[in-house]
């Protein structure tokens, strides 16, 4: 393979009547001045008005080489048809020379896939398992920890072989009623009805009358068990759908213009010469038998997704998305959904990394996202504080319920840490749990203390499991001095009111994962966030459970008291609550962004919140700050619109 002074692989040019697109993949060919190039062209039908015309322009254009190659014009004088002059132009070719890299007019490459190809021509000449090296990955395989995949089906929108495997071509399919008849569908598809079928009318098609030498083409490699290398990126952009053309006449079709993307080099090969299973399940199911299948695995999580947010839960998109991403990386429709939802959740830094994440693209609809997401991060970075009219809003949309059995526990002298709660519902059985601790546990212990209850603890932040440790190590030592301005605000806690709290190192989220916390501003604050707030570089990770789990690690079907102090990361954790339906009684929630806003629409991120609360049946009962406390009932309230 030498590329520097021109690609030494021969490259052959299928051409017929399409001037206009032999320009275009000529000029991507001249992008690496093979040395030897063979252009096939089959003769114009004498029925079809004006395409003599038509085929001399296309063959002028194809001959157009202003670099040192050796051209050799392969031009039918009668038409032959598709698949005969491409079965009896490349009989030419490789009667010529041992291997080439094949392009017709229609497949536009980009310059990585001349190198990609020559490097596995090279690489697999002698491996009789390679069947052929296809540029076409417009249905979008990823294959894992390598450059490219094999798969059992022979695409060739851009491809290269050799002499030993076209050999193998049979135009005529000479065998196939003798294959048909044995089975061999069937031994090829194990327990796969519906590509049998597919496959079976497709070559009984090719044997009787289909002009596709394609087709046979896949025959071929399909008995001798051949592989076609496949790669990460689609390499060969399909420019010729439309009425011009033979076999791709829809230009709606979806692999219809998929933009080409360059290959990284060097190369990583896979550790095996196989089928990917994965790939080749994909690619039968997106290109061939399973075409035209309403719903795909992907296609359901992306509509999944698009369900979620019809009923208000952004954050499940969300997770089906990352797990949409992490199969299919790249596709831009999906990350262009994600990265609204994330703009529309305050979460400007992470949209802006979403959107430039994906390939250049000339869409509009991205520019107009590209524009609001950098609209909206400029006016995230102009810090502003919540006034108290933001607050009364926000107790308007609350629509409070009174109790009269509300008491206020915890807080030192500053009254910070404070928490009220519905006493009525509560009692020395309850299930408690409280995710966030940080270095101010006065709520936590007076409420063990009221009711003797018990409660867990969630806080997976260095300095809270330290504060925690520290003051069951002063207790145990009878050691607490009540001018001590760490600790004594403890000074009239017992060991054993205490020991009715567990402490465990874990974060809570929407679902299980290890995340990421993000420092605050101030060392001297303790709360670390999972989402940025405050756009640090302090980081530490930690282990997180998802709400679901909560009854698990509680040991109860039900929960009398969760208390969310969790730095912004209650919204999907309340999303998430509400969607695995957990028999919660009492919720406290810090609404954290009404004190450090994201955007200006913090307050519709609250009330949606609220929103989904409400149907979920929760009322709210107390506002203190920004901390509300809900009581749940059984019948759901009516739900309102925005605080504004």
Same mark, same amino acid.
């Given at each position: ?11 052959c ?5 399409? *001037? ?18 063979f ?15 038509? $085929?001399?322009?296309?063959?002028? @254009?194809?001959?157009? =080489? ?5 051209v ?19 009989d ?11 392009? /017709? ?24 398992? =390679?069947?052929?090296?296809? #540029?076409?990955?417009?249905h979008?395989?990823?294959?894992r &920890? ?17 002499r030993?495997?076209? @050999? ?34 497709i ?7 289909? %002009?596709?030498?394609?087709?046979? !083409? ?5 008995k001798?068990? +051949?592989? $076609? ?5 689609n ?8 009425p ?13 213009? =998929? ?30 038998? +399973?075409?035209?299948l309403?719903?795909s ?6 509509? #999944?997704?698009l ?5 208000g ?34 979460? !400007?830094?992470?949209a ?7 390939? *250049? ?8 996202l =590209?524009?609001?997401v ?8 102009i810090?502003?504080?919540? @006034?108290?009219? %933001? ?9 409070? @319920? ?7 526990? +915890?807080?030192?002298?500053?009254d ?10 509560? +009692? ?7 995710? #966030? ?7 936590? $212990? ?6 003797g209850?018990?409660?867990? &603890?969630?806080?997976p ?18 050691d ?9 605000k403890?000074a009239g806690?017992?060991? /054993? ?5 567990t402490?465990?190192?874990l ?20 709360s670390h ?14 282990p997180?459970l ?5 009854? !698990? ?23 998430a ?32 919140c ?15 700050g ?19």
């Amino acid at each position: 393979m030498t590329i520097g002074t021109g690609l030494a692989t021969p490259v052959c040019l299928i051409i017929h009547r399409r *001037p206009e697109t032999t320009r275009q993949v000529l000029a991507a060919i001249r992008t690496v001045r093979p040395r030897r190039l063979f252009v096939v062209a089959d003769g114009p039908r004498p029925h079809v008005p004006g395409e003599a015309a038509l $085929c001399r322009a296309a063959r002028e @254009a194809a001959l157009a =080489v202003d670099w040192d190659c050796a051209v050799t014009p392969l031009f039918a004088a009668d038409n032959l048809g598709l698949r005969h002059r491409v079965r009896s132009g490349l009989d030419a070719v490789f009667a010529a020379v041992p291997e080439a890299i094949i392009l /017709e007019d229609d497949c536009r490459p980009d310059p990585t896939f001349f190198g990609y190809a020559a490097e596995l021509l090279e690489r697999y000449r002698d491996d009789p398992r =390679v069947m052929l090296i296809s #540029g076409d990955n417009a249905h979008g395989v990823h294959p894992r &920890q390598a450059s490219y995949a094999f798969t059992r089906y022979a695409l060739i929108w851009g491809w290269a072989t050799w002499r030993r495997a076209w @050999a193998l071509y049979d135009d005529t399919m000479a065998d196939w009623p003798e294959r048909r008849a044995a089975g061999w569908l069937e031994t090829l598809f194990p327990g796969r009805p519906r590509a049998v079928h597919y496959w079976r009318e497709i070559f009984d098609d090719t044997h009787a009358r289909s %002009d596709s030498w394609a087709r046979a !083409w896949v025959y071929a490699c399909f008995k001798a068990d +051949g592989l $076609c290398a496949i790669p990460g990126k689609n390499l060969v952009a399909n420019i010729g759908f439309g009425p011009d053309s033979t076999h791709t006449a829809n230009p709606l079709d979806r692999r219809a213009n =998929v933009p080409s993307r360059p290959l990284s080099f060097p190369l990583a090969h896979p550790r095996r010469v196989a089928v990917a299973p994965e790939a080749d399940a994909f690619t039968e199911r997106r290109i061939f038998s +399973g075409a035209d299948l309403p719903v795909s695995r992907d296609a359901a999580t992306a509509t #999944g997704a698009l369900a979620d947010l019809a009923v208000g839960r952004p954050w499940r998109a969300l997770s089906r998305l990352d797990a949409l991403a992490t199969r299919l990386p790249g596709l831009s429709g999906p990350a262009m959904v994600r990265a609204a939802i994330l703009a529309r959740r305050g979460l !400007w830094d992470d949209a802006q990394a979403a959107l430039t994440a994906l390939p *250049p693209d000339d869409d509009p609809d991205r520019a107009v996202l =590209v524009r609001t997401v950098a609209a909206g991060r400029q006016e995230a970075g102009i810090r502003f504080e919540p @006034a108290e009219a %933001d607050r009364q809003a926000f107790a308007r949309f609350l629509d409070i @319920a009174p109790r009269s059995d509300l008491l206020r526990l +915890g807080g030192d002298a500053r009254d910070y840490g404070a928490w009220v709660v519905a006493a009525d519902r509560l +009692g020395p059985e309850s299930v408690c749990c409280l995710a #966030g601790v940080g270095e101010d546990i006065t709520f936590d $212990c007076a409420l063990v203390t009221r009711f003797g209850c018990r409660a867990c &603890q969630l806080d997976p932040t260095p300095r809270a499991v330290h504060h925690v440790v520290e003051l069951g190590r002063l207790l145990a030592r009878g050691d607490i001095d009540p001018a001590d301005p760490v600790f004594g605000k403890y000074a009239g806690l017992t060991p /054993e009111a205490f020991g009715r709290l567990t402490h465990h190192p874990l974060g809570l989220f929407s679902r299980p994962a290890v995340l990421r916390f993000h420092a605050p501003t101030n060392p001297e604050h303790v709360s670390h966030s999972i989402f940025n707030l405050q756009k640090t570089t302090t980081t530490f990770e930690a282990p997180c459970l998802g709400v679901a789990d909560l009854p !698990w690690l509680l040991g109860s079907r039900h929960i009398d008291l969760l208390k969310l102090d969790i730095e912004g990361a209650e919204y999907p954790v309340v999303e998430a609550l509400i969607e695995a339906d957990l028999d919660v009684r009492q919720l406290l929630i810090e609404f954290d962004e009404g004190y450090q806003p994201l955007d200006r629409q913090f307050l519709t991120r609250m009330a949606d919140c609220v929103t989904g609360l409400g149907r979920a049946g929760f009322r709210a009962v107390c506002l203190d700050g920004w901390n509300v406390t809900f009581v749940r009932h059984r019948t759901p309230r009516a739900t309102k619109g925005s605080p504004r």
